[in-house]
């Protein structure tokens, strides 16, 4: 019998749904939601786990942050002075678990070291308008080499960098010449003989080798001939707890699943509306 696990699916105006047996059935989550947000027209756009407890995730929305520990069938709201903005990113520190950060739109950086209790905006100077609007905080990443080290990303306005935990923050140069080279999709630290920083853009995967000081495109295939842009984003879901599994989506609904690392995938039954964040837990 092949292993069980439950999915989360973050949705923009059905809140989270998930699936305790793999994506076969599907429910909606349970979440105590202000008047406002009633009855359940709230945009989830933000999917974090924590690393140190396997049921325990947390949503970003409009209406707040919301942390839930049994594995996304309840979410509670951690009290916050986020409500009213969209939290687009959420990161746990891979050490300390009352140590949170959360990205926003409009675009800011909130932390806490205390579990939630208290909240401070830290000072990043992030650009207060781009060509798409309100910029937003798609990305906050630990630097795995080391903690401290941590990484941002803006759609549209590039990558940051904190070398301090988040006190101090230095903006990383151009990707591009291009406005749309700074808007970062997705943010990871690739390990090995020598780590690189990876972002996505509409252009394709820019990778740096030194720290984020410079960058080199490796554009993707456009889908028409037509097309300027092939418009990557990136979003999978995956656990430390059994990399061979990976959940996929697409922005409007469906959901994928793959058993083997990537090398084979099936869709799942279920579909949705907008998705725009996605996670699974080890039952």
Partial sequence: MAEQFTICVGTVGA????????????????????????PGEIQIRALAL????PHQVYAGSEAGLYRSVDSGA????????????????????????EVIYAGTKPPAVFRTLDGGKRWERLAIPIAEQCLAGAPKVTNVVFDPRDPRTIWMS??????????????????????????????IHGLAV?????A????????????????????????FPRFAERDTISYCRG??????????VVVANSLHGYVYLSRDGGGSWEKLRREFGEIRALAWLPN
């Fill in 15 to 38: 809140g989270v749904w998930f699936s305790p047996d793999s994506g076969d059935h599907w429910r909606r989550s349970k979440m105590a939601l202000p008047f406002h947000a009633e």
């Fill in 190 to 194: 690739r390990l090995g003989r020598r």
């Fill in 50 to 53: 924590s690393p140190h407890d």
């Fill in 74 to 97: 309840s979410f509670e709201l951690v009290p916050s002075p986020m409500d009213g903005m969209q939290i687009w990113s959420v990161a746990v520190h891979p050490q300390d678990p």
């Fill in 235 to 244: 979003w999978f879901g995956v656990n430390f707890a059994n990399p061979d």
């Fill in 154 to 183: 803006v759609e549209i306005d590039g990558v940051y960098r904190s070398r301090d935990g988040g006190d101090s923050w230095s903006h990383c140069p151009a990707l591009g010449d291009k406005p749309l080279n700074q808007d």
């Fill in 196 to 219: 690189e920083i990876l972002a996505t853009t509409p252009d394709g995967l820019w990778r740096s080798a030194d720290e984020g000081e410079s960058w080199s495109l490796h554009g």
